[in-house]
T-cell receptor
Framework: AQSVAQPEDQVNVAEGNPLTVKCTYS??????LFWYVQYPNRGLQFLLK??????LVKGSYGFEAEFNKSQTSFHLKKPSALVSDSALYFC???????????????FGKGTMLLVSP | DGGITQSPKYLFRKEGQNVTLSCEQN?????MYWYRQDPGQGLRLIYY???????QKGDIAEGYSVSREKKESFPLTVTSAQKNPTAFYLC??????????????FGEGSRLTVL
């Protein structure tokens, strides 16, 4: 079984400061990892994904994420936060070696990011 | 512009009534999904369809039904058997179910409230 944990319900950061939103995962094989962002009453927007290769992945709006296999983590980061980054962020995982068939995406419970002016 | 269209955006239903949520995509994607979102619980998979005329139950399929008669359309019916249907429902698609690397594209959601 695959699962995702986002240990923080909310992260608060001041504008201009670096931000980190944490994500850890559990899979039986190798993971495909994704980050999405959701603004109020809207659908989810794709930010970035890790499939293979470089452990540091760059995505939309200046976000990046670092894949750490030994710690089974995929934390989302941004060097300088903006007030407009305030939103709900979801980490998701797919186990690519699940050999029982097609593997769907499993989402974490989400972390609310609040950036203060 | 290509994308996923969900309708209606807001829907009110009386207890005991069935309601159907529409999801249409013009991205030419093979796979489509329905998720339910409740505060603090993330997204939970209701049903998914890898290809036309085929669909599979997700984690919380009880009280829901779907059809996939056309590639572009994947409607979700919330039946009276669903005990707690008030939620935000999200439809998504991905380009090809064989390519597990593909990210999901989401619609704007439908908020169902049972009165």
């Amino acid at each position: 079984a695959q699962s995702v944990a986002q240990p923080e319900d909310q992260v608060n950061v001041a504008e201009g400061n670096p931000l980190t939103v944490k994500c850890t995962y559990s899979v039986s094989g190798n993971p495909y990892l994704f980050w999405y962002v959701q603004y109020p009453n809207r659908g989810l927007q794709f930010l970035l994904k890790y499939i293979t290769g470089d452990n540091l992945v760059k995505g939309s709006y200046g976000f990046e994420a670092e894949f750490n296999k030994s710690q089974t983590s995929f934390h989302l980061k941004k060097p300088s936060a903006l007030v407009s980054d305030s939103a709900l962020y979801f980490c998701a995982v797919r186990d690519i070696t699940w050999d029982s068939g097609y593997s769907t995406l499993t989402f974490g419970k989400g972390t609310m990011l609040l950036v203060s002016p | 512009d290509g994308g996923i269209t969900q309708s209606p955006k807001y829907l009110f239903r009386k207890e005991g009534q069935n309601v159907t949520l529409s999801c249409e995509q013009n991205l030419n994607h093979d796979a489509m999904y329905w998720y339910r979102q409740d505060p603090g619980q993330g997204l939970r998979l209701i049903y998914y369809s890898q290809i036309v005329n085929d669909f599979q139950k997700g984690d919380i399929a009880e009280g829901y039904s779907v059809s996939r008669e056309k590639k572009e359309s994947f409607p979700l019916t919330v039946t009276s058997a669903q005990k707690n249907p008030t939620a935000f429902y999200l439809c998504a698609s991905s380009i090809d179910y064989r390519r597990n690397t593909g990210e999901l594209f989401f619609g704007e959601g439908s908020r169902l409230t049972v009165l």
